[in-house]
């Protein structure tokens, strides 16, 4: 198997490849508990995991930098710590994230990039929110020799009575369809089909991923001072 397909089975398709939401300026810390990780219709880890953040935004061009980390209490070796850049222009936003994934493969020296060796995986993203649509466009640029491309859409459906609730669907090709699948052959499908529902520190998500014929239930809590 590729060295990337294995970092990625592994690591459930590189983490989280997160598009950030837009912070108040200033510093910005906090986590998230999950019942599970799951990432572009792909599960990772196997158990409930710990997710938390530390950004800052600067003030007046609103540009954020952070970091992103997922723990997954019952495995040792399901660990991720990302850094992210993003750079905001009206309903625009462009991100690069660089995912980290120490003792998976290869050499876990955080500065050894090499696509061989490294644990690194690095993704240039670009997203649009217009009213209540989200669209997201990724491809991997380092560390991924299929160079995948990943698209999603959303769109808010329901906003009542402190509750928020949105659908998605996404799509990719390369690691997000070669990798869980011995007879899949990377081409592009649909891997994530779903809702989201919020209410407060709360929220749940039902998605579907076509490809690999499975379904997942995610509950999580924002934990924030």
Not at 52 to 78: M, R
Request: proline share 3%; net charge negative; glycine share 10%.
């Amino acid at each position: 198997m590729k060295k990337t397909a294995k970092i990625l089975s592994i690591a459930a398709l590189a983490g989280l490849a997160f598009t950030p939401a837009a912070q108040a300026e200033g510093f910005d810390v906090g986590a998230d508990v999950v019942s599970r990780y799951v990432w572009r219709g792909t599960e990772f880890g196997e158990g409930v995991a710990v997710q938390p953040w530390l950004s800052y935004t600067f003030p007046g061009i609103s540009v954020e930098v952070g970091s992103w980390g997922s723990f997954d209490i019952n495995d040792d070796d399901a660990n991720e710590v990302d850094l992210y850049l993003t750079v905001p222009a009206g309903n625009f936003s462009f991100t690069v994230t660089d995912y980290y994934f120490p003792g998976y493969i290869g050499d876990d020296d955080f500065f050894e990039y090499d696509d061989e060796t490294g644990a690194h995986v690095l993704e240039l993203s670009a997203g649009y929110a217009y009213e209540n649509l989200s669209l997201l466009g990724a491809v991997n640029v380092l560390g991924d020799e299929d160079n995948s491309l990943y698209f999603e859409a959303g769109y808010n459906i329901y906003e009542q009575d402190d509750y928020s609730a949105s659908v998605f669907v996404g799509a990719g090709d390369g690691i997000y369809t070669d990798v869980c699948n011995s007879n899949a052959s990377g081409d592009f499908n649909v891997v994530a089909v779903g809702l989201n529902v919020s209410k407060d520190i709360f929220n749940a998500s039902y998605i579907i991923n076509p490809d690999q014929e499975t379904s997942y239930l995610v509950f999580g809590v924002t934990l924030q001072p």
